[in-house]
């Protein structure tokens, strides 16, 4: 979604915005870099969402794939953003990372939705590799060189995987199931999923592991067909006895509790997811102000009405206070964070805000414009439906209260 529009009498389009600097109807872009180099790769972002704002409308509508915002970031490093640059990535750390993809949500939602679960995975690989783990510098490196693209199965996995996992009498598994919410699976060269050993239920142990999607047995079946988020084609994966050596295998818990794989996954989706969505709400902000201060309401241009000032500043705020605590909860795990159920709990508590204050801040920009917001040629009617995926993905708003309301009162957290 860009930050300006151009409009006829019942229709808005947008079209490509600066990177940095003031809003198309005045007053300062949302987030406002609060720290030397916080907006390192804003630019870059932009550069993407224009290119891909160009596309949108058609992905949109017909559910394919951002393919052409993909090629932009493979072109220009994006896809390498958090790897570490003696690697031969950007160098990205987190805050900057949800700096750059806030930037590009305000062109697309769906481009930087689908990237969103390649940067956050291999921001787990950055998290791994300083704690130690061997592979994670290999897959890193492959990223950087080769654009590997890192696909996520966590929303229809989570704590109880059905997909099992067989043993094939040398060390290694037969995994055969059903995975649903594959992001970017057009576009993705590897999964990082899990199954059960042996068959779901108490007491079974649940493996995590990652497949190339080009091994024998795996199957993309398109099934993405959904109310908004339309471009990111999360289609289903189909394992059919795919073979997953047993050094592959990165990560072990029960069935049913959250372990150190989906803590890991947690604190690192939880701040990009949450940037992403505060993203898509900004670029709807702009468009309503910028467009309040063309039209007019009889005599009147609706920017010199008093409901209006209202709404803009309320907007402003939610924006505002929501990214404070996206960062605040960034600050508070500090750089030492470790996968526990308390860090996990700060970031979520910043994501549930994030993704509600984002949801009343694109109702409000409709209200600004009223019902022109409603015709499927306004980008406001597709940040509408976009914004709304944010409640899906774990932990829901209100399995993030309970989840911390628990911990204040001494339970251990290995549950949702």
Same mark, same amino acid.
């Given at each position: 979604?860009?930050?300006?529009?151009?409009?006829?009498?019942?229709?808005?389009?947008?079209?490509?915005?600066?990177?940095?600097?003031?809003?198309?109807?005045?007053?300062?872009?949302? /987030? %406002?870099?609060?720290?030397?180099?916080?907006?390192?790769?804003?630019?870059?972002?932009?550069?993407?969402?224009?290119?891909?704002?160009?596309?949108?409308?058609?992905?949109?509508?017909?559910?394919?794939? %951002?393919?052409?915002?993909?090629?932009?970031?493979?072109?220009?490093?994006?896809?390498?953003?958090?790897? /570490?640059?003696?690697?031969?990535?950007?160098?990205?750390?987190?805050?900057?990372?949800?700096?750059?993809?806030?930037?590009?949500? #305000?062109?697309?939602?769906?481009?930087?939705?689908?990237?969103?679960?390649?940067?956050?995975?291999?921001?787990?690989?950055?998290?791994? @590799?300083?704690?130690?783990?061997?592979?994670?510098?290999?897959?890193?490196?492959?990223?950087?060189?080769?654009?590997?693209?890192?696909?996520?199965?966590?929303?229809?996995?989570?704590?109880?995987?059905?997909?099992?996992?067989?043993?094939?009498?040398?060390?290694?598994?037969?995994?055969?199931?059903?995975?649903?919410?594959?992001?970017?699976?057009?576009?993705?060269?590897?999964?990082?999923?899990?199954?059960?050993?042996?068959?779901?239920?108490?007491?079974?142990?649940?493996?995590?592991?990652?497949?190339?999607?080009?091994?024998?047995?795996?199957?993309?079946?398109?099934?993405?067909?959904?109310?908004?988020?339309?471009?990111?084609?999360?289609?289903?994966?189909?394992?059919?006895?795919?073979?997953?050596?047993?050094?592959?295998?990165?990560?072990?818990?029960?069935?049913?509790?959250?372990?150190?794989?989906?803590?890991?996954?947690?604190?690192?989706?939880?701040?990009?997811?949450?940037?992403?969505?505060?993203?898509?709400?900004?670029?709807?902000?702009?468009?309503?102000?910028?467009?309040?201060?063309?039209?007019?309401?009889?005599?009147?241009?609706?920017?010199?009405?008093?409901?209006?000032? @209202?709404? %803009?500043?309320?907007?402003?705020?939610?924006?505002?206070?929501?990214?404070?605590?996206?960062?605040?909860?960034?600050?508070?795990?500090?750089?030492?964070?470790?996968?526990?159920?308390?860090?996990?709990?700060?970031?979520?508590?910043?994501?549930?805000?994030?993704?509600?204050?984002?949801?009343?801040?694109?109702?409000?920009?409709?209200?600004?414009?009223?019902? @022109?917001?409603?015709? #499927?040629?306004?980008?406001?009617?597709?940040?509408?439906?976009?914004?709304?995926?944010?409640?899906?993905?774990?932990?829901?708003?209100?399995?993030?209260? =309970?989840?911390?309301?628990?911990?204040?009162?001494?339970? =251990?957290?290995?549950?949702?």
């Amino acid at each position: 979604m860009t930050p300006t529009t151009t409009t006829t009498t019942t229709t808005a389009t947008t079209t490509p915005g600066p990177a940095n600097g003031a809003n198309a109807g005045g007053g300062l872009r949302h /987030p %406002v870099p609060s720290r030397p180099g916080d907006d390192a790769f804003v630019a870059l972002a932009a550069e993407i969402g224009e290119i891909a704002a160009e596309h949108a409308p058609d992905h949109d509508r017909d559910a394919t794939f %951002v393919a052409e915002a993909y090629e932009a970031m493979r072109e220009r490093g994006y896809l390498r953003l958090a790897v /570490p640059t003696e690697l031969g990535g950007l160098g990205a750390t987190m805050r900057q990372v949800c700096y750059a993809q806030a930037e590009l949500a #305000r062109y697309d939602g769906a481009s930087a939705l689908a990237v969103t679960m390649h940067l956050y995975t291999t921001l787990v690989q950055c998290f791994r @590799r300083r704690a130690g783990a061997p592979d994670a510098e290999g897959v890193l490196k492959r990223v950087a060189e080769e654009n590997l693209v890192i696909a996520t199965s966590g929303g229809s996995d989570w704590l109880w995987p059905d997909t099992v996992a067989q043993p094939d009498g040398n060390g290694g598994w037969l995994v055969s199931g059903r995975k649903t919410f594959c992001s970017q699976s057009p576009e993705a060269n590897v999964i990082s999923t899990s199954a059960v050993a042996g068959e779901p239920g108490e007491g079974a142990e649940v493996l995590h592991f990652s497949v190339p999607l080009a091994a024998e047995g795996v199957r993309l079946v398109e099934t993405w067909d959904t109310m908004g988020m339309r471009g990111t084609a999360s289609h289903d994966l189909v394992f059919e006895n795919v073979a997953v050596p047993g050094e592959r295998i990165v990560g072990r818990r029960p069935w049913g509790e959250l372990g150190g794989p989906l803590f890991a996954a947690l604190v690192h989706f939880a701040p990009v997811g949450a940037a992403t969505y505060l993203g898509i709400a900004a670029g709807a902000r702009d468009v309503a102000v910028s467009e309040a201060t063309k039209k007019a309401r009889g005599t009147t241009p609706l920017s010199e009405l008093s409901r209006i000032h @209202r709404q %803009v500043g309320l907007m402003d705020n939610k924006l505002s206070v929501a990214w404070w605590g996206v960062m605040g909860a960034i600050d508070q795990i500090g750089d030492s964070y470790g996968p526990n159920a308390a860090t996990a709990s700060t970031v979520m508590l910043a994501k549930r805000h994030a993704v509600l204050e984002a949801i009343e801040v694109v109702d409000l920009a409709m209200g600004v414009l009223g019902g @022109r917001a409603y015709f #499927r040629t306004s980008p406001l009617e597709r940040a509408f439906r976009d914004v709304r995926a944010g409640v899906f993905h774990p932990f829901t708003p209100e399995n993030t209260l =309970s989840y911390a309301g628990r911990l204040a009162l001494g339970d =251990s957290g290995a549950t949702e």
